[in-house]
């Protein structure tokens, strides 16, 4: 068995196609993945007509989710990334951790959660404070659906207060992100790696 991993980070921007704050940051975090033999591939949420619902499957003619799902399924390790807006994650990120809860009662041949072997972490950004709040939803959605959330699984900036600058238009990354970004990817990897080798035992084993 190979030891590289793969991750799969979904940019949760409401932009299809603009640059955004949280693409910088996702990528930042998948340079620091690379460092730990972890390969990544992106989607940008907003760019497919992802359905609302719940199901894992198409909803409706046009529905782009299950391609996406399917990334899901062949990746180890899920990142989410989101802005923060009104102190929520974002409209886009909602939608999809509603059809990732198209699992939640889906198992494995052991009777396991999909997900039980895979690793959950979250990248935010954003003007407003708000990163916690953020962490505690997906956190939490992305454990009930069976994804193991590490210790530090989330790097994130919010700027002032009321401000106008852009975590994209820093002139340099500060310190304080640069380090969480560089545990995250370090907990992440080290995480999968050990689910890899040691799934969770069958329900009542």
Excluded at 25 to 41: G, I, N
Excluded at 43 to 69: K, L, M
Excluded at 134 to 155: H, W
Excluded at 190 to 195: E, I, M, T, W
Aim: hydrophobic share 40%.
């Amino acid at each position: 068995m190979t030891d590289t991993l793969t991750c799969l980070a979904i940019n949760c921007s409401l932009k299809a196609e603009a640059e955004s704050s949280t693409q910088v940051l996702l990528e930042q975090l998948t340079e620091e993945l690379a460092h730990h033999a972890v390969t990544s591939t992106f989607v940008r949420a907003a760019a497919h007509d992802i359905q609302p619902g719940t199901s894992s499957d198409a909803i409706g003619p046009g529905d782009e989710w299950p391609d996406i799902a399917q990334k899901v399924l062949d990746a180890d390790i899920l990142v989410v990334g989101t802005p923060v807006w009104l102190g929520n994650p974002s409209s886009t990120c909602r939608r999809v951790l509603e059809r990732l809860d198209g699992w939640i009662s889906e198992t494995d041949d052991d009777g396991r959660q999909l997900m039980a072997g895979k690793v959950g972490g979250l990248v935010t950004v954003g003007n407003e404070d708000g990163a916690h709040a953020v962490a505690a939803q997906v956190y939490q959605g992305l454990a009930d659906i069976g994804f193991t959330i590490p210790s530090a699984a989330q790097t994130y900036w919010v700027g002032e207060a009321m401000g106008s600058t852009d975590y994209k238009d820093l002139d340099e990354v500060p310190d304080r992100v640069a380090s969480t970004t560089r545990t995250v990817a370090t907990n992440l990897a080290h995480v999968a790696r050990l689910l890899r080798e040691n799934p969770y035992p069958a329900p009542g084993t």
